[in-house]
């Protein structure tokens, strides 16, 4: 059976498992921290760069709503993609190349969790720039892509102190560390079908060019030499 067969007949328990990845993605921690840390005085959405994410929380609210917000905006991606394979996996049950469909799901429902993450439904459809997301879903759906990117990061972090700069790099090369591995490894070591490598690296590609576009003002302030470096509000 292939990927389209597989679709038609499963349609019903992959919408299913897309939109709970999108509403779990939807808990922006963000929001919420700073709300608790500020008494429900501010939202960080109004405060520094505007963004819902971890760097504008370190920056405008402090380190522990920082940490509790990257905590557990990687926790609620590695949930959404856990029950994604889960519901993937009862689909593909019997089938030839079960963990390739499993993977895929895994993907996929990460990127809906991401989707959530920056276009939050219970937060007015404003939320992050989806990096820390990002990684929870490549640490369940492939950790040796997560690996890689993970030292890819504190590489260019470590040189350069901007987390953007890191960040944009690591969505430039998602799409290319995804298919070395789907290709050169699963696909030639193991057999997996050539359809599970073209829809992991696209779904990968889609994810990168979402995360690149929701970071245009950072490019526009690297390229103006502009971008702050990292620090921290005490």
């Not at 992959?14 to 501010?42: E, R």
């Not at 030839?96 to 959530?116: E, M, S, T, V, W």
């Not at 490598?197 to 929701?214: D, N, P, Q, R, S």
């Amino acid at each position: 059976m292939n990927f389209t067969a597989f679709f038609m007949n499963n349609w019903g328990l992959i919408l299913i498992s897309f939109v709970v990845a999108y509403l779990l993605g939807s808990v922006n921690t963000a929001v919420i921290f700073t709300n608790i840390a500020t008494k429900g005085k501010k939202d960080i959405r109004e405060m520094g760069s505007g963004n819902a994410g971890f760097t504008n929380v370190l920056r405008s609210v402090g380190k522990v709503p920082a940490i509790l917000t990257i905590v557990c905006d990687l926790l609620k991606s590695v949930v959404a993609v856990l029950l994604g394979g889960y519901l993937f996996s009862l689909a593909a049950a019997g089938l030839n190349n079960p963990d390739a469909i499993i993977r895929i799901g895994k993907y996929a429902c990460g990127f809906f969790a991401i989707l959530g993450h920056s276009y939050p439904l219970y937060f007015r459809f404003r939320g992050g720039k989806g990096i820390v997301s990002a990684a929870g879903m490549m640490l369940v759906a492939d950790w040796r892509v997560f690996v890689i990117i993970v030292a890819t990061f504190l590489i260019v972090f470590i040189f350069t102190k901007i987390i953007s700069l890191a960040s944009i790099t690591c969505a430039c090369l998602f799409p290319v560390y995804t298919f070395i591995m789907t290709f050169f490894i699963d696909q030639t070591h193991f057999s997996y079908p050539i359809w599970y490598v073209w829809i992991c690296t696209v779904t990968a590609v889609f994810i990168a060019l979402f995360v690149i576009i929701k970071h245009s003002s950072n490019i526009k302030r690297l390229l103006a030499g502009e971008e702050k470096k990292i620090t921290a509000k005490k």
